[in-house]
């Protein structure tokens, strides 16, 4: 299957002249998370609610008079129409993102293709994969690192309690095994008064007997 057959034809850009807020409202119109950038009909580049967030919000600047072209990842990875689906997916994975501008044979931007447009289009267990690598990240997060470094002293502590009852183990083996030495040889010299005190009484009770 080809990308063109599963693709959003006729997507719409923003110009790289337009402002943030031009741009944030065509994605609240178009309900999506990220625009390609367009001049002249060729892409520039794209630009997300992310890069709008942290790239201008974040370091207080002013939506209104900001340009797209000042917060816009330039060199967009791109596909092209006559391409499989599958590498379009391979592409999404390599790069960890889940559209992707779809160039003509003119390079000029013919519409996106999106993970939800693969998954819908295709195997269930090959988009299902495709999911799952575009949504893990091959490097961790700063998130992750954080959570790694706080359990690290934690898992030390349990070790450490962990230890001294390892060691103190085979100490406890031992003294049951010389607990119940203990008792066998209590038993065995039970036993032997026993049987001494059974041999004298019949001892006596001969003695008795002959000297009648």
Do not use: W, Y
């Amino acid at each position: 299957m080809k990308v063109h057959e599963i693709m959003t034809a006729h997507a719409r850009c923003v110009g790289p002249d337009n402002t943030l807020v031009e741009a944030a409202g065509l994605m609240r119109e178009l309900d999506v998370g990220a625009l390609p950038v367009c001049e002249d009909d060729r892409i520039a580049g794209i630009v997300t609610d992310r890069d709008i967030v942290l790239r201008s919000t974040a370091d207080g600047r002013d939506p209104n008079s900001t340009p797209v072209r000042d917060v816009m990842s330039p060199g967009v990875v791109h596909v092209t129409a006559d391409q499989e689906v599958d590498e379009a997916a391979h592409v999404m994975e390599e790069r960890q993102i889940r559209r992707l501008p779809v160039l003509g044979r003119e390079r000029r931007l013919v519409g996106i293709v999106s993970l939800g447009d693969i998954a819908l289009s295709s195997n269930p267990a090959f988009s299902g994969l495709a999911l799952r690598d575009v949504s893990e990240p091959t490097q961790p997060t700063s998130r992750q690192r954080r959570l790694t470094q706080q359990s690290t002293p934690t898992r030390m502590a349990m070790e450490t309690d962990e230890a001294p009852q390892r060691r103190r183990r085979p100490a406890n083996k031992k003294t049951r095994g010389r607990s119940r030495a203990r008792n066998s040889s209590s038993r065995k010299t039970k036993t032997t008064q026993r049987s001494s005190a059974t041999n004298r009484r019949k001892t006596g009770r001969t003695s008795a007997r002959a000297r009648r």
